[in-house]
C-alpha cells in the first residue's frame, strides 16, 4: 500500500485504541463506584432483620481549606475564606438498635483561596491572590447510630438525634488554579508551578494533584418523619483527608525544607430529604 493512505489508517488505528482504553477506564471507574455503594449495603443488610430502606437528595454548604499549602517552594500565603458546595443523591438502610449505613454520591466544589504581600526581588512587594478550585465526585459511607428507636412505626411523630463516622473516597473531575499578581492574572504553571526535573509546566492544573482523595468523615444531626413515607435530616458533617492531595511531582519543601502533605479540609452543612422506600418488622429497642 502507498505511503500517503498508510498514515491516515495508522492515524486512525491510533485514535480508536485510545478511545478504547478511554472507554475502559470509565468503565472501571463506574464499577468501582458501584461496588463502594453496593457492597456494604449488601453485607450491612445480612447482619440482622432489614427495617427500612430509603433513598433521595441531599444539598450542602461547607467551609472549605487545603490544610498545609503547597507553594511549590515559595513561601505560603495567608488564607482567605472558601465557600464550597455539594449536592447529589442518597439512600440508606436501618438496621435493628437504630444501627443505620448511608451512601452517597454527590457532587461537590471546594478549595481555597489566598492573598498576600510577597517581596519577589529586593524591596519589590507584590499583591499576590490564588484561588484553587477543586471539582469531585464523592462517594461517603457512613455508619450511623440513630438514637431512641422504639418499636413499631420508629416513633414517626418525634425526632431523633445520630451520631455517624465513616469514609469519604473522592475522584477528582477537574481542578482550576488561578492566579494573580497586582490585579494582573498570569499564568500559574509558568509563574510559579515550576518543576526542574520536568521540561514542560503542567498542560492543566488537574495535572497538580491526585486524582483520588480519601477522607475520615464524621457527622451529627437530627432526622424526622414529615409523612408517613417522607424523611427530612439536618447534620453538621466534617471531613479531613488522610492521602496527600498534591501529585508526586508536584510536592516541594518550603523554604525551610520541610514538606508536609496538603489535605482536604470540609466542615459542611448538608441538608436531606428522603422516601421511605419498604420497611419490616418491629425495631429493637436499643437497651435490649
Known sequence: MHSVFKLPIIGLSLMVEAFKTLNAILIMKLKSILILIVFPLITYAQMGP????????????????IINQTNYGFAEL????????????????????????????LYTRQGQKYEDVIEFFVDSFNRVKKEVRLHYLQVPVVFKHIFDLQHGDFDKEDPKFFLGAGLQFGFLTKAKVQYYRDGIEENFALAQATNSNIEE????????FNKIDIS??????????????LIVSIEAKGG?????????????????????PSRNMLLTLKLSAFYELSSSKSVIPSDQ
Open 216 to 229: 475520615l468523615v464524621g457527622t451529627m444531626g437530627v432526622r424526622r418523619y414529615l409523612t408517613e413515607k
Open 240 to 260: 479531613l483527608s488522610m492521602t496527600d492531595m498534591n501529585q508526586k511531582n508536584w510536592q516541594f519543601e518550603n523554604p525551610d525544607g520541610i514538606y508536609k
Open 50 to 65: 432489614q427495617q427500612v430502606i430509603y433513598g433521595g437528595g441531599s444539598f450542602g454548604i461547607s467551609a472549605a481549606w
Open 201 to 208: 509546566p503542567p498542560a492543566k492544573s488537574s495535572n497538580l
Open 78 to 105: 495567608d488564607y482567605v475564606p472558601e465557600i464550597g458546595y455539594s449536592f447529589g443523591a442518597s439512600g440508606g438502610m436501618i438496621i435493628n438498635r437504630g444501627n443505620a449505613i448511608e451512601v452517597d454520591l
